[in-house]
């Protein structure tokens, strides 16, 4: 199995290495496959296509897009898409035009709780201003010391529950397997093991999913643990995914995973690039 990386994000959504820099670092950690998946944006793909042609590092465009299934937050990710279709790009649009009030809402509520200007604050290591995510506020409170590191900043402020976490309505799943086919892609369920589902939801996900046409499934991934490498590779299996890989990479230091670090997937796999010309 090759080092395929189809996950990771730069500067353009809430990554800290530009979509260049990204493309460098996962060449020189051996990827030989490569896709950035920014949040709701592509804005980063020429670059990172440039740079990574110009290393001789295979290259596809991928997106990593923002749903709410049944009350929860998920993520879909989308491969080989063609980053200038119209309706994919008029979905991300609609899906990013959202978060600079449920971030001024977020700032409200933590200066409810006596940490104020973390709206401004957030939107200063924000690299598009039209994407503010919960990870530049996490930053931000690290910076001011509020909290030792992004992760404990989630625990005690952002996740559902914590006093500065805003619920958000996020594009459909049926609208997010269809801005991606548009786009002559393939969708993913990103990181299912995250999303903590109990085995009838879970089973509900997979059903729509594939109902809807969705194609694969990641197995390896930075949010996964090895046993759950070997559970979701069980589901790609019995539902007919295909198998997808991807670090989550976004930042050195802060991310668990770097790119290109992730174990191969199984031999027993049908890989995400099976039909690809690569
Ligand atoms: P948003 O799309 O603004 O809600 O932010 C979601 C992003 O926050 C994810 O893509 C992760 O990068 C980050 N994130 C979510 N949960 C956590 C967590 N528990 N610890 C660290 N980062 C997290
Ligand atoms: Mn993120
Ligand atoms: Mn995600
Ligand atoms: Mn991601």
Same mark, same amino acid.
């Given at each position: 199995m090759l080092n395929a990386d189809l996950h990771c994000?730069?500067?353009?959504? #809430?990554?800290m290495l530009s979509p260049a820099e990204v493309a460098t670092r996962a060449h020189s950690q051996g990827v030989v496959l490569w896709s950035l998946t920014d949040h709701d944006e592509v804005g980063g793909i020429p670059l990172a296509r440039e740079t990574a042609q110009s290393l001789g590092l295979c290259f596809v465009a991928g997106v990593e897009i923002s749903v709410t299934w049944?009350?929860? $937050?998920?993520? /879909?990710?989308? *491969?080989?898409? #063609?980053? $200038?279709?119209?309706?994919? *790009?008029?979905?991300?649009?609609? $899906?990013?035009?959202?978060? %600079?009030?449920?971030?001024?809402? /977020?700032?409200? %509520? *933590? %200066?409810?709780?006596? /940490?104020?200007?973390?709206? %401004?604050?957030?939107?200063?290591?924000?690299?598009?201003?039209?994407? /503010?995510?919960? $990870?530049?506020?996490?930053r931000y409170l690290v910076e001011r010391r509020v909290c030792k590191d992004v992760r404990s900043v989630f625990h005690r402020y952002l996740v559902e529950g914590k006093p500065g976490y805003i619920p958000h309505q996020w594009a459909s799943l049926e609208s997010a397997l269809s801005w991606i086919h548009a786009a002559g892609g393939l969708a993913v369920i990103a990181h299912p093991g995250r999303y903590h589902l109990e085995a009838p939801k879970l089973v509900a996900l997979l059903d729509q999913f594939k109902s809807m046409g969705g194609e694969g499934i990641e197995v390896n991934t930075g949010s996964h643990t090895p046993a759950q490498y070997l559970e979701y590779g069980k589901i790609a299996k019995q539902y007919g995914l295909l198998a997808s890989c991807g670090s989550d990479f976004h930042a050195p230091k802060e991310s668990r995973m770097d790119l290109g670090k992730l174990p191969p997937l199984s031999h027993d796999l049908i890989p995400i690039w099976r039909d690809w010309m690569i």
């Open positions: 994000h730069s500067t353009v959504s #809430d990554g049944c009350n929860k $937050t998920i993520h /879909i990710v989308g *491969l080989n898409i #063609d980053e $200038t279709n119209k309706t994919l *790009l008029s979905g991300l649009c609609e $899906t990013r035009y959202g978060r %600079e009030n449920r971030a001024l809402a /977020i700032g409200l %509520e *933590l %200066e409810k709780v006596g /940490i104020p200007g973390t709206f %401004e604050g957030a939107l200063s290591l924000a690299g598009n201003p039209s994407l /503010i995510s919960r $990870t530049h506020f996490a």
